[in-house]
């Protein structure tokens, strides 16, 4: 198993957006209103590193929040100077930032790549011009592809943001902007089902009846198909759902779309879901069966409030059982019948979309 990682969050909501996009409000979905002034910055560094314990554990300074190399430039550096001297003296071993694509050329390249920055997650969204425009995202598909070829040439690790579910979105367009994504080659990813935040025009547009956000189910089994792509290839998936905090919540500032607090979860107790609705059916198995698996996966596989329990059962009459164990099969009366995730999904992406698709 790989070792925990240890994250300091320095949230800069605002600073350095250009403008703003149809489903954004940056300080509620960061819960961060203030500037981050430098003293600010090292007090926030400071404070995370006492709770982390003394081992040898990666750790790293991300900036997430606003378009961090839209910021000025003056302003940029201070940041990255701070996060610079806490990885020259070994405190810390990894710089992270998000930003737009739009605002990624070689001068700020040079800059992040002198600074010691790793990793640069961009939000790409969408890979549907049509989405991003009707989002008023502000930027073009090419410019997510040039600017993802530039950070790549650099050495830089890449991250992309997708975002399901966006005004104007199909599942073909979001299953596509997942493809896209793969073939430029990202070493990350993170996706975030679209969700209407109060005071942005996508809330506008849901009021207004001109928008309809995913309901749960739906972005359950959109993220479910997509994830499944990334792990296909080999790609991180490092989130999935927005991060809950006090203000993105249900009855919060959350008004509408697919928010659940274990969003992850659910998608990967529906790719469990999917899978063993596969065995039961080829294997012809009635009324029992045990999944011999380790104690992380018996709660995937049972589902969230152990729905997926109840899902088998209602629909056939089928009582799972579990049993801890190192080795993972499934025991139906005297057969033993392999239970190989990783072998399911390489066969349904083969299938379902054509191997040769992602090989680009």
């Known amino acids: 198993m790989a070792k925990k990682e240890y994250i300091i969050p320095i949230f800069i909501p605002f600073l350095g957006c250009p403008h703003d996009c149809a489903f954004c409000n940056q300080v509620k979905i960061t819960n961060y209103k203030d500037k981050m002034e430098p003293s600010k910055v090292i007090s926030e560094i400071e404070k995370n590193l006492a709770y982390f314990p003394a081992n040898d554990n990666i750790k790293e300074i991300a900036f997430f929040g606003g378009s961090f190399t839209g910021l000025d430039y003056d302003v940029m550096t201070g940041y990255?100077?701070?996060?610079?001297?806490?990885?020259?003296?070994?405190?810390?071993?990894?710089?992270?930032?998000?930003?737009?694509?739009?605002?990624?050329?070689?001068?700020?390249?040079?800059?992040?790549?002198?600074?010691?920055?790793?990793?640069?997650?961009?939000?790409?969204?969408?890979?549907?011009?049509?989405?991003?425009?009707?989002?008023?995202?502000?930027?073009?598909?090419?410019?997510?592809?040039?600017?993802?070829?530039?950070?790549?040439?650099?050495?830089?690790?890449?991250?992309?943001?997708?975002?399901?579910g966006l005004f104007m979105d199909s599942k073909e367009k979001m299953i596509s902007t997942a493809i896209e994504s793969i073939k430029i080659g990202p070493d990350m990813v993170r996706i975030?089902?679209?969700?209407?935040?109060?005071?942005?025009?996508?809330?506008?547009?849901?009021?207004?009846?001109?928008?309809?956000?995913?309901?749960?189910?739906?972005?359950?089994?959109?993220?479910?198909?997509?994830?499944?792509?990334?792990?296909?290839?080999?790609?991180?998936?490092?989130?999935?759902?927005?991060?809950?905090?006090?203000?993105?919540?249900?009855?919060?500032?959350?008004?509408?779309?697919?928010?659940?607090?274990?969003?992850?979860?659910?998608?990967?107790?529906?790719?469990?879901?999917?899978?063993?609705?596969?065995?039961?059916?080829?294997?012809?198995?009635?009324?029992?069966?045990?999944?011999f698996t380790n104690d992380r996966n018996i709660s995937l596989i049972a589902g969230n409030n152990k729905s997926n329990k109840k899902y088998f059962y209602d629909k056939y009459k089928i009582k799972i059982k579990f049993k801890s164990s190192r080795d993972q099969y499934i025991l139906y009366k005297d057969k033993k019948i392999d239970f190989d995730l990783d072998l399911f999904i390489r066969n349904y992406v083969e299938k379902n979309y054509g191997g040769d698709l992602l090989l680009d």
């Open 192 to 291: 975030y089902p679209t969700l209407v935040i109060k005071d942005t025009k996508l809330a506008f547009l849901y009021e207004a009846g001109i928008y309809k956000p995913l309901d749960l189910d739906e972005a359950v089994e959109i993220s479910s198909e997509i994830a499944m792509l990334y792990m296909y290839k080999g790609i991180d998936i490092i989130r999935i759902g927005l991060q809950p905090t006090e203000n993105i919540n249900e009855g919060k500032d959350v008004i509408a779309g697919p928010f659940h607090p274990a969003f992850r979860q659910l998608v990967e107790a529906n790719i469990y879901r999917t899978y063993l609705e596969e065995i039961i059916c080829d294997e012809e198995i009635e009324d029992e069966l045990t999944i």
């Open 80 to 164: 990255l100077k701070i996060a610079k001297e806490y990885k020259e003296k070994g405190i810390i071993d990894r710089i992270r930032l998000s930003t737009r694509p739009d605002y990624i050329n070689n001068f700020i390249l040079d800059t992040l790549k002198d600074y010691g920055v790793d990793i640069i997650e961009l939000g790409i969204q969408s890979l549907s011009q049509d989405v991003l425009d009707a989002n008023e995202r502000g930027h073009s598909v090419s410019a997510s592809k040039d600017a993802s070829q530039l950070i790549k040439s650099y050495g830089i690790k890449l991250g992309h943001q997708i975002m399901p």
